[in-house]
C-alpha cells in the first residue's frame, strides 16, 4: 500500500520562499519518477515539476527559475523548493508519481501567497 504525506505549506508574502516535503511509503519509490502538481481554487490540478530516480528534473513554464525539486532517495522524500512566490502559486500542493496514479493522491499541503 503507498502512501504520501506532504507538508510544509503555509502563508508566505510575494516574494517569499516556502520548501515542501513528502514523504513515501511503500514500493513507490524505488525506480519511479516523482511529482509535484498543484490545484487553484477552480481550477484544475496540474503538473508542477518531476524528478526522475537518476536526479533529472522538468518544470511547468510558470515556475521555471523560482521552484527547485529534488529528492533523498535513502529517505524515500521529494521535495519541492519554491522561492520568488507569486499570488498566482496559491494552491494545494500534492506529490504522486508521474504519471500520476489516481489511488496515490494524499491530503496535500496548502501554500498561500499574499500580502
Known amino acids: 500500500q503507498v502512501q504520501l504525506v506532504e507538508s510544509g505549506g503555509g502563508l508566505v508574502q510575494p516574494g517569499g520562499s516556502l520548501r515542501l516535503s513528502c514523504v513515501a511509503s511503500?514500493?513507490?519509490?524505488?525506480?519511479?519518477?516523482m511529482g509535484w502538481y498543484r490545484q487553484a481554487p477552480g481550477k484544475q490540478r496540474g503538473f508542477v515539476a518531476g524528478?526522475?530516480?537518476?536526479?533529472?528534473?522538468s518544470y511547468v513554464d510558470s515556475v521555471r527559475g523560482r521552484f527547485t525539486i529534488n529528492r533523498d532517495n535513502a529517505k524515500n522524500t521529494v521535495y519541492l523548493q519554491m522561492n520568488s512566490l507569486k499570488p498566482e502559486d496559491t494552491a494545494i500542493y500534492y506529490c504522486?508519481?508521474?504519471?500520476?496514479?489516481?489511488?496515490?493522491w494524499g491530503q496535500g499541503t496548502q501554500v498561500t501567497v499574499s500580502s
Open positions: 511503500g514500493s513507490i519509490f524505488s525506480t519511479t519518477t
Open positions: 504522486n508519481s508521474v504519471p500520476f496514479s489516481d489511488s496515490y
Open positions: 524528478i526522475r530516480y537518476n536526479g533529472r528534473t
